[in-house]
C-alpha cells in the first residue's frame, strides 16, 4: 500500500495523460475531413495536441518510474509548461473552424483545457510535495 501512496502522482499523470493522448482521437476529437477530402484547422490542432499528449505519457511513466526522487520531481516540472502548450493549442495557438457550434469548439476545446489543466495542477503539486519531502540536500 505505501509503495501506490509513493507513486499516486504518477498514477495520476499516466492516466490523465492516457485520457488527453487517446480522447483526443477518439471522444473528444476533431472534426473529421472536407467533402472534398482536406482537413480543416482543427484537424491540425488534434494532431498537436496528440503529440503533446505522447510527450505527457512519456514524462508521466517517467515520474511513475522515478517516484518521490528528485528526478521524478524534475519530470513532473517537465510536465506542466507541455500541459500548458497541449491546453493552448486549441485555444489559440492554431485556430479551430470558423463555426463556434462544430465539435470542435464545442467538445474538443473545453475537453483539451481541462484535461490540461488537470496534468499541469497534479504535476505541479506532485513536485511541490517531492521536493518538501526530500528537501533541498541530496536526492532520496
Known amino acids: 500500500m505505501k509503495k501506490?501512496?509513493?507513486r499516486i502522482g504518477g498514477i495520476v499523470l499516466t492516466i490523465l495523460s492516457l485520457a488527453l493522448t487517446v480522447g483526443v482521437k477518439?471522444?473528444?476529437s476533431a472534426c473529421g475531413p472536407k467533402d472534398d477530402g482536406s482537413w480543416m484547422n482543427c484537424h491540425w490542432a488534434e494532431q498537436a495536441v496528440f503529440g503533446i499528449g505522447i510527450a505527457l505519457t512519456v514524462i508521466s511513466v517517467l515520474v511513475l518510474i522515478f517516484g518521490k526522487s528528485r528526478t521524478g520531481a524534475g519530470?513532473?516540472?517537465a510536465a506542466v509548461p507541455?500541459?500548458?502548450?497541449?491546453?493552448?493549442?486549441p485555444a489559440g495557438l492554431i485556430n479551430l473552424c470558423m463555426m463556434t457550434n462544430m465539435h470542435c469548439h464545442s467538445v474538443t476545446r473545453p475537453a483539451v483545457i481541462v484535461l490540461s489543466v488537470l496534468i499541469a495542477v497534479t504535476a505541479a503539486?506532485?513536485?511541490?510535495?517531492i521536493f518538501?519531502?526530500?528537501g533541498r540536500g541530496q536526492d532520496k
Open 4 to 6: 501506490i501512496r509513493e
Open 26 to 28: 477518439t471522444v473528444f
Open 75 to 77: 519530470a513532473s516540472l
Open 82 to 89: 507541455a500541459a500548458a502548450i497541449a491546453a493552448f493549442t
Open 125 to 129: 503539486v506532485n513536485a511541490a510535495v
Open 132 to 134: 518538501r519531502k526530500t
